[in-house]
């Protein structure tokens, strides 16, 4: 049995503690949050972080305000526990250096919660793209965006001292993470507009970025709060056709539906052919990212499995990104 601890029960901090609460091969010891909930469902609350981690705890979910993350995750590493962090890993890349050098004295599982690459479609696009059928890729160009709230500028998200930034980080790291899994490039090149364009908050609602790999893959972006509607879509072109995933399963569904499209390019016949190309479209209804992670993190802490997905470097690597598309901004 795992004995395991949750820190932060706001929205992802419950959807985890409702996901480990059905596993038979854990127990939720206790949670902590800045704010006492009105109902403990799972464990007792602990009225400081340190107080949870000195539990008796094997494991730490940490889904607390950015600004902490670093600093709880390194801290849980050093008291020996192994660490589920929600994303980002840290507001800078800077904050990441006592989490790498905790990691690496203490010998345990430390995963980022990048849950978009478990879902059914990435994971069918991924198998595609490594078997090589489709040959070299050739360019990205991905769109995601939220159709935004009422109270929108009242979100956490999109204050500063909690979050280090708005859309950019919130949201459009996923995207930015898929762009890295998909292509494997190092984007050396960025360009990018960092822009407040609507909401009345000190962070960015959309963010624009062009970025060229030494390879000289091209990769496009677009994370806005301003879409009006929920939007998801990845474009990838390659040598031998392309694969568009065009919606994202979510608790609302209001990304929905879930789609690979697949297209073979042909020119079988110049006059009537040409600009048509087969394609193939298949559905996913269901999403299980949230337990497939999950699933991921307890069998490595059994000895059973290894993080593959939201590693250390995963997690540095496309924080990198985020934080030079802010320095890159021409705004």
């Known amino acids: 049995m795992i004995r395991v601890g949750i820190a932060g029960v706001g929205k ?6 409702g996901i480990l609460s059905k596993r038979d091969d854990v127990e939720i010891v206790g949670i902590y949050d800045v704010v006492k909930p009105k109902m403990i469902k799972n464990g007792v609350f602990f009225e400081s972080y340190d107080d949870l981690l000195n539990s008796d705890l094997d494991a730490v979910f940490i889904c607390a305000y950015n600004t902490v993350l670093a600093d709880y995750t390194a801290k849980a590493l050093n008291k020996g526990l192994h660490v589920f962090c929600e994303k980002p890993p840290a507001m800078k890349i800077e904050e990441l250096g006592i989490v ?3 990691l690496k004295s203490s010998g345990k599982v430390l995963k980022y919660g ?5 879902h059914y479609s990435v994971m069918e696009a991924k198998k595609i793209i490594d078997s090589g059928k489709m040959g070299k890729i050739l360019w990205l160009r991905g769109v995601y965006g939220k159709a935004g709230s009422i109270d929108y500028d ?3 998200r999109n204050f500063q001292k909690y979050s280090g930034g708005g859309i950019l980080i919130d949201q459009g790291i996923h995207m930015l993470d898929l762009i890295r899994y ?7 090149k960025i360009n990018s507009y960092i822009t407040t364009a609507y909401w009345d908050i000190k962070v960015e609602d959309n963010a624009f970025v062009l970025m060229q790999s030494d390879n000289k893959v091209i990769a496009s972006m677009h994370s806005s709060a301003t ?11 390659f040598e031998e056709g392309y694969l568009n995933l065009d919606g994202i399963l979510s608790g609302t569904r209001s990304y929905a539906p879930e789609k690979l499209i697949i297209g073979r390019r ?7 052919a040409m600009g048509k190309p ?3 479209i298949v559905y996913f209804e269901n999403d299980h990212s949230w337990n497939l992670e999950v699933d991921e993190f307890i069998d490595a802490i059994n000895g059973v499995g290894v993080i593959k997905e939201g590693t250390f470097q995963d997690a540095y690597e496309t924080l990198s990104l985020v934080q030079r598309v802010y320095e890159n901004s021409e705004i």
């Open 12 to 17: 992802i901090g419950q959807l985890r503690e």
């Open 100 to 102: 790498s050098k905790a």
């Open 114 to 118: 990048f849950n978009h690459r478990y």
């Open 154 to 156: 009242k979100n956490w």
């Open 182 to 188: 998909f292509s494997g490039e190092k984007f050396s």
């Open 227 to 237: 879409q009006w509607k929920h939007k998801f879509l990845l474009e990838m072109c």
């Open 266 to 272: 042909e020119f079988e016949d110049v006059t009537f």
């Open 278 to 280: 087969k394609e193939s």
